[in-house]
């Protein structure tokens, strides 16, 4: 089926007519086009494409971004995302030859062929999640879609194995609450709320369109991704006995390294996209890759991340272990030693934007009296210094601001060093 194309669309204004008419452009154009009945989260995109054997997918979402957002997802057809040379060549494909109907009611969109993702989705997971585990420890769970693709996927998967759900903000809103869809600490207060008075197991959630997760504990404590990728690569070397390493991007923490470091496994380090993690999965090299900005995979799952498979995953790992999230954190520390990460955003002014270039060429031999070891330049500008602490420096790829990440031992020097990244920035 070299000519078929899937085409889904998330919870955003007028989602539903972007990927209709995206369909009726590829049935316009020679190909064919399988719209998704309904909104669709992106890893559940990359199913389709494989079990489908589709040459590509589209879907129409702005992921985590503000409500006025919109975009388009080109995955490949191995259901990861494409990379930026396949994405330019689609867009010079684009300008020089494609064929544009009027309408389309002109194209015949009565005709157009609809999916219905989820079930098969659904039963991949089965495939992928130790359920028998989770119901059996039993509990309660709370899940937070975030007014997005995730409802009725996730809690679904729960519920079908007898657990019982609280599902808040399950509705379409277009305008997510009045805010991004981004499953942070900061977004996450109601279903904290929820975690604690209804004594839940976890509190999960996802983004807009699914691909991104978060992780409330049993004690409203936030997991964050970097403490969640550690903790899954950890569960999943001692419960699964896969073979293989982890990657994760520069600008993820080193705290996954000292999970590899004391599992005698291979680190790989990405630029920023999950896409060269994707790579990785696909060569089968890795037990999980991830993000700090919550995205995950794993060994045998898709080129992509996927946030309700991440959800699933934390409490696997809490029935498994018989112990919640912190306290498995805590026995970590113990192990690898403990890592505070953090990072603040400044925006890209025209200023800042006419020095910028310059800045991250240079190679200090010290940042506020810290010796550099080390930088690496794969994805901005990365300073390791000579106490393992790090700063990393790199334009958003989706905002216009500039990220600072920075790394330490101790909250207390967390803020210090990323105080110099910003003095050093603006300087």
Request: aromatic letters at 8%; glycine letters at 12%; hydrophobic letters at 35%.
């Amino acid at each position: 089926m070299d000519d078929l194309m899937i085409v889904g669309y998330d919870t955003r204004f007028l989602g539903e007519q972007f990927a209709e008419e995206c369909a009726n452009v590829i049935s316009a154009n020679a190909f064919r086009a399988l719209l998704c009945d309904g909104p669709v989260p992106t890893p559940t995109i990359s199913h389709v494409i494989r079990t489908q054997g589709a040459v590509c997918g589209i879907n129409f979402t702005a992921s985590h971004n503000p409500p006025q957002y919109n975009g388009m997802k080109l995955s490949t057809g191995d259901g990861a995302p494409a990379l930026p040379e396949i994405t330019r060549n689609v867009e010079q494909l684009i300008e020089g030859s494609i064929s544009i109907p009027n309408s389309a009611k002109a194209a015949g969109s009565e005709g157009l062929q609809t999916f219905s993702a989820r079930p098969g989705y659904l039963a991949d997971l089965e495939t992928k999640i130790n359920f028998d585990l989770i119901a059996e420890a039993g509990g309660r769970y709370a899940y937070d879609p975030l007014w997005g693709t995730g409802r009725g996927y996730l809690d679904e998967a729960l519920r079908s194995h007898g657990l019982e759900v609280t599902t808040i903000h399950d509705w379409r809103d277009v305008l997510f609450g009045g805010r991004s869809p981004e499953p942070e600490a900061s977004h996450l207060e109601e279903l904290r709320e929820v975690v604690l008075s209804k004594g839940c197991v976890l509190g999960l959630a996802t983004d807009g369109d699914a691909d991104r997760f978060g992780v409330i504990d049993s004690n409203g404590s936030f997991i964050t991704p970097n403490q969640l990728i550690a903790l899954l690569f950890d569960y999943l070397v001692e419960s699964r006995k896969w073979s293989g390493g982890a990657a994760r991007s520069v600008a993820t923490s080193h705290l996954v390294d000292r999970v590899a470091e004391s599992r005698g496994l291979p680190l790989y380090e990405t630029p920023v996209g999950f896409k060269f993690i994707g790579e990785l999965i696909n060569e089968d090299k890795i037990v999980i890759g991830g993000e700090e900005s919550a995205g995950l995979s794993i060994k045998g799952h898709y080129p992509e991340k996927d946030g309700i498979l991440a959800c699933l995953l934390a409490a696997e790992a809490v029935a498994s272990r018989g112990t919640s999230l912190t306290e498995q954190l805590n026995d970590l520390y113990a192990r690898v030693g403990k890592l505070e990460s953090g990072r603040i955003g400044v925006r890209l002014t025209t200023e800042l934007m006419e020095t910028l270039g310059d800045k991250l060429k240079q190679d200090p031999r010290e940042i506020g009296g810290r010796r550099v070891e080390r930088t690496n330049r794969i994805d901005g500008v990365k300073f390791i210094f000579a106490d393992g602490s790090w700063l990393l420096m790199r334009p958003s790829g989706t905002e216009p601001v500039v990220r600072i990440y920075a790394e330490s031992e101790s909250a207390k020097d967390l803020e210090v060093l990323l105080e110099q990244g910003h003095k050093f920035l603006l300087g």
